[in-house]
């Protein structure tokens, strides 16, 4: 008998849970809480996000280099009316992606404007 006072099971016998157990125990996921204000009243409300660390710290990336808080990085987006995405956490990655993808692509210019000198 385990700790809880039932019988020692066998991981198949579960449902695979041996398998879900480790997917769980893999999840880089973060949730984190973020502060956003309504403009038009200015009332405050906490939300929260989840998402993969290594966009977290994307965004600290992005924020660091705007001189831009998490919470203001994420109002503009809230705000922003070209962002279509379904969920905030969707508006969100998309932003992040294409934060990265701009500044790619100005290097990538910037580079081909040295060649052609």
């Given at each position: 008998m385990d700790m809880h006072g039932f019988g020692k099971t066998e991981p198949a016998a579960i449902g695979?849970?041996?398998?879900?157990?480790?997917?769980?125990?893999?999840?880089?996921?973060i949730n984190r809480n973020?502060?956003?204000k309504n403009p038009e009243t200015g009332e405050s409300h906490r939300t929260s996000i989840r998402l993969e660390k290594v966009e977290?710290?994307?965004?600290r990336i992005i924020c660091r280099?705007?001189?831009?808080t998490l919470h203001q990085?994420?109002?503009?987006?809230?705000r922003d009316p070209a962002r279509t995405e379904h969920s905030r956490t969707?508006?969100?990655r998309s932003a992040i992606l294409?934060?990265?993808l701009r500044v790619q692509s100005s290097v990538t210019e910037g580079s081909r404007g040295e060649a052609a000198r």
């Open positions: 695979g849970s041996e398998l879900f157990m480790s997917k769980i125990a893999s999840q880089t996921l973020i502060t956003l977290w710290d994307a965004l280099q705007t001189g831009m990085f994420c109002m503009q987006v809230e969707s508006r969100i294409g934060y990265f």
